[in-house]
Nanobody
């Protein structure tokens, strides 16, 4: 079992930055690929970024490439999402996800574990 708790959301002006964190419980964190998804009001949840268990492989949605960076610290059981040059369209609830298979997260299919989300609001 893996439990995920997101933090770091909030209100920021367009052009600003935020760093989201996702703290994971369990001794097997380093075995899991991790990812971030988001869901804007009235829209379906969408893939944002993913990182392999080792951190060697990273994937991003086209909409965030060059602005967002995913990273992880296996010693702290934490994955991060650094978000820069934020836009109003980045406003959403951001969810952390964990799965043993990286491609499952990238594909956005049946992910093993989800956090409860943290709200990011970008004002124009």
């Amino acid at each position: 079992q893996v439990q995920l708790v997101e933090s770091g959301g909030g209100l920021v002006q367009a052009g600003g930055s935020l760093r989201l964190s996702c703290a994971a419980s369990g001794r097997t964190f380093s075995s899991y690929a991790m990812g971030w998804f988001r869901q804007a009001p009235g829209k379906e949840r969408e893939f944002v970024a993913a990182i392999s268990w080792s951190g060697d492989n990273r994937y991003y949605a086209d909409s965030v490439k060059g602005r967002f960076t995913i990273s992880r610290d296996n010693a702290k059981n934490t994955v991060y999402l650094e978000m820069n040059s934020l836009k109003p369209e980045d406003t959403a609830v951001y969810y952390c996800a964990a799965d043993l298979k990286l491609h499952t997260i990238v594909a956005g299919t049946t992910v093993d574990y989800w956090g409860k989300g943290t709200l990011v609001t970008v004002s124009s």
